[in-house]
């Protein structure tokens, strides 16, 4: 087969297919094990029963969530050898230190605690359950840490040197590679992001339920006990949701905006492409909206706010911002070729930074306005508040109740708003990957260089095609099911474990022990597991 | 010794982490279709490994993170070399991961139907496949002067690498039922015992060529001190099976999977992917090797997590350690 594509043309794709659909599943996973684990140490705590039906629902989304997020993530370990074994032999020596951590550390404890958690209802202390889940948070949170470690090292890399044999990076210190600004300002970046993805994850869903509950309201309708404690569960998900909204979009956007001073100083291409700023200005203004040519060099087209970009760079309204044609051409005297050689797609790098942040401060408004309307006390006059069981009333002032009109709209938007942050992550990555080119190690390495040299144009067409179409069916299957699970809501009816399993050794005589059998020890060896696949 | 040889030990011990724990996985997945009679046997046999084969196959994503970290050489020409057949394995662990999550949440037949066939071939297909790669690995295959593979897919068919799939097939397939019955309880049990020891005698016989042809091929003392421990090993497993101790007849079948991994290592060092071009231009644990300090990290690194691992994933087979039958299987389970 020969395509008229550069070698590294199909593996890009491969790489920004899959990565980009792992990363559906990642915030997700990392949000959502630390909100069922905070639901679990609630009822732990208190008892209730609407935490444990809590649990149960969140942890059933999660479950299914997290099902892909494993299995897509064993292609992201192997593809860096398969498509990019250039790269691999490069930069194993600094880069393949993490990743292997990661496995070691994080990825064990994910998978062996979330199986104790799943199938150890009734085999575990309650304490010791809920721990098993919270192992699983800090798991996955530690996972995110690492592959983001060696993430920063490509975009900015730091303690290795050049060994002279044999041209490849090798480390020198890595506590400069764990450590190193990029590497926190970004994990703070991504892990208050992937907390706003699961707070709207939640949000959405919660809508949902409050509002059909609503609707059987206003109706006239007594609400079934059943439904009731429904509203129950779903209105403490919502409030404990939007607050972490508001925290994680908060944390979200102060990180995005020291993460946007280390990119103006590491890699200013990136961020005068993410402006589409062509010369170098000061002071420089903030584009809203432009449109340009990367062949003509400037913008036909351009709404700015003046003074905003100096001010996002440097913190100062007038400083000078360097423009795209002034980089490319100290990039090109610096490493040789052309200074088009030098400038990323700008239509990628400008839009994707603008639906990033347009989507993500969105779901952030979202989480305000509602934390503000749905509260329980504050401000709000007696006969206005709303019961623990209740769809609780969207409040403006102290008195004033949203029309029925916007009452039902908000709780729509909080059911549409449910996969904004979804949108803005990827658009992140594809910014922050695509305004790295021609890098994929930023200085050091180029992507054309990095493609494997032994696999064939046919091999990659094959492996892209297999991966995009199991992917698109198992995209599928997985909408299906989260939602079926999602409409069905928490199941009310089940009862929390009664009592602790004993955690230690049977001693002779003790029910179930061998010898020490009595009738009841027969039937709970026999009791159906409470959790079977 | 040198920090590179103790990280070939390594990724040795890794490799034999995730066969002996995936080995029964698979084992367990080609018994769904080979032992259990209906769908509530089916369930059986997959709950025996459903808190567990998570946390098994993380030891393949640590052998390669590892591979990647200590030997990026032999990592890059692996991956990339051996690019269809681990295409082949990633889809199959792909589908059979979400299979196992997935199967229970409609009670739909078709939809169950069609995941348990899923589950059947992509704990099938892997389980051979390893043995190719690994028998090919062993072999040697066409890696030019700088370091790639030159070869093409016909290269990695041949009769030696069929022979290797076939062993880590049917040994797979042995572990799992010798699994399967220290892990269940009534009919189906006896059933496991009795299907292990025919699995047993087929695995010994195509281990016992696979291994005497891998010694004659490119053994030394040490390969040959693992062979002998390996088929010991397998016999005892039979015995051992045969007499109703299946706790011994396990760890015996699993002494089996880590001689015969340990086997092919000492057949590969001090190589690590032989070329069968030229001797010179093979990838070695010296030539393939990161540099001291990365080695001298990743040792501290392992040196204290593997243990812990290893403590955390024991205390979680002990909580599951009650044997499951029909009886244990919920009706209504999504």
Redesign the interface.
């Known amino acids: 087969m020969d395509l008229a594509l550069a070698p590294e043309t199909l593996a890009r794709w491969q790489f920004g297919i899959t990565t980009v659909y792992h990363y559906l599943f990642v915030p997700l996973t990392i949000s959502l094990a630390a909100f069922t684990a905070g639901l679990e140490t609630a009822w732990v705590r208190t008892g209730k029963e609407k935490y444990f039906h809590a649990t149960k629902f969140w942890g059933k989304l999660f479950l299914i969530n997290i099902a892909m997020g494993v299995v897509t993530g064993i292609v992201q370990e192997f593809q860096f050898g398969m498509n990019w074994s250039d790269y691999s032999r490069f930069v194993g020596d600094v880069f393949g230190a993490p990743l292997a951590m990661e496995a070691l550390i994080a990825f064990f404890f994910e998978s062996t605690f979330i199986g104790l958690w799943i199938f150890g209802w009734d085999k575990l202390p309650k304490k010791i359950h809920c721990a098993c889940i919270w192992i699983v948070a800090i798991g996955t949170t530690l996972s995110a840490y690492f592959i983001l470690a060696a993430n920063s090292w490509m975009q900015h890399p730091v303690g290795y040197s050049i060994d002279k044999a044999t041209g490849r990076a090798e480390l020198t210190d890595m506590w400069a590679v764990l450590t190193q600004n990029t590497t926190l300002v970004v994990v703070f970046h991504t892990l208050t992001a992937a907390f706003l993805t699961g707070a709207a994850f939640v949000v959405g869903i919660a809508s949902y339920h409050l509002l059909r509950a609503k609707r059987a309201q206003d109706r006239g309708e007594e609400l079934p006990e059943k439904q009731r404690r429904q509203v129950g569960a779903m209105r403490s998900s919502l409030r404990a949701a939007l607050v972490i909204a508001v925290i994680a979009g908060l944390g979200t956007a102060i990180s995005g905006d020291r993460l946007g001073k280390v990119m103006f100083e590491q890699q200013p291409m990136k961020m005068a492409a993410a402006e589409a700023l062509w010369e170098t200005e000061a002071p420089a203004p903030f584009s809203i909206f432009a449109i340009g040519d990367v062949s003509e060099g400037h913008n036909s087209v351009e709404f700015s706010v003046p003074g905003i970009l100096s001010f996002l760079a440097h913190d100062n309204f007038s400083a000078s911002v360097p423009g795209i044609n002034d980089i490319a051409e100290r990039e090109a005297k610096l490493y040789g070729g052309e200074p088009e050689d030098y400038i990323p797609s700008i239509f990628m790098t400008f839009w994707g930074f603008r639906l990033m942040i347009g989507f993500g401060m969105a779901s952030f408004a979202a989480g305000a306005i509602g934390l503000w309307t749905t509260r329980r006390k504050l401000w709000l006059a007696p006969d206005k508040r709303t019961g623990e069981y209740e769809v609780p009333r969207l409040m403006l002032t102290k008195n004033r109740e949203m029309s029925a009109f916007f009452t039902t709209w908000s709780w729509r938007i909080g059911l549409l708003t449910m996969g904004f942050p979804l949108i803005a992550n990827s658009f992140g990555w594809i910014f922050t990957e695509m305004g790295r080119q021609p890098w994929v190690v930023y200085g050091l390495m180029r992507t054309s260089d990095a493609v494997s040299p032994g696999v064939s144009q046919t091999e990659v067409v094959i492996s892209m095609s297999v991966f995009t179409l199991l992917y698109g069916v198992l995209a599928v299957i997985e909408v299906k099911l989260l939602a079926k699970y999602a409409k069905a809501g928490p199941d009310v009816d089940e009862k929390p474990p009664a009592k602790d399993p004993k955690l230690r050794f049977p001693k002779p005589g003790d029910p179930g022990a061998p010898g020490g059998g009595d009738a009841a020890s027969a039937e709970d060896a026999d009791k159906p597991m409470t959790f079977a696949y | 010794m040198h920090l590179h040889d103790v990280w070939f030990v390594l990724i040795a011990v890794l490799w034999t982490g995730y066969f002996f724990l995936e080995g029964f996985d698979f084992g367990i997945g080609v018994l769904t279709k080979l032992l259990a009679r209906d769908r509530t046997e089916r ?1 059986v046999l ?2 025996t490994i ?6 098994n ?2 030891w ?3 052998a ?3 591979t ?6 032999w ?7 051996f ?2 057949p ?2 082949v394995i ?2 199959c ?3 059979r ?2 299979a ?7 009670s739909e037949e078709s939809w169950q139907r069609n995941w348990e066939r899923a589950i059947f071939w992509c704990s099938l297909i892997p389980a051979f496949l390893w043995g190719a790669v690994f028998a090919n690995m062993v072999r040697g295959v066409p890696i030019g002067a ?5 070869g ?1 897919l016909l290269d990695l068919i041949n009769p030696y690498a069929l022979l290797g799939g076939l062993v880590t097939l049917t040994l797979f397939t042995f572990h799992g039922a010798v699994f399967a019955a220290l892990k269940t309880v009534g009919d189906i049990r006896t059933r496991a015992r009795r299907l292990a020891g025919w699995l047993g005698l087929v695995t010994a016989a195509l281990a016992a060529a696979f291994l005497v042809w891998t010694q004659l091929d490119s053994g030394g003392t040490g390969s040959l001190v693992a062979m002998v421990i390996a088929v010991l090993a397998l016999a005892g497993a039979l015995v051992m099976n045969g007499r109703g101790r299946e706790g011994w007849a396990f760890g015996l079948s699993g002494v089996t999977i880590a001689a015969a991994v340990a086997m092919l290592f000492l057949s590969l060092f001090p190589d690590v992917m032989p070329s069968s071009l030229d001797a010179e231009w093979s990838l070695t644990a010296e030539n393939a090797a ?2 001291p ?2 080695l001298k ?2 040792t501290w ?2 040196g204290v ?2 243990p812990v ?1 290893l403590a ?2 024991a205390w ?1 087979y002990w ?2 350690r ?1 044997r ?2 029909t ?5 209504d ?1 999504h």
């Open positions: 369930r997959i709950n459903g808190p567990v084969w998570d946390g196959e993380v393949l994503l640590t390669g993170g590892a990647f970290a200590a030997f990026p050489d990592y890059a020409t692996l991956f990339s070399g690019y269809l681990l295409l990633l889809v662990l792909i589908v991961g979400v196992f999550e997935y199967r229970h949440k409609r700088d370091k790639n593979f030159a093409n990161s540099s300090y990365t990290i990743m690194i392992a997590m593997t691992v955390y994933q979680t909580v599951f009650q499951i039958g009886q244990h299987i919920p009706v389970a």
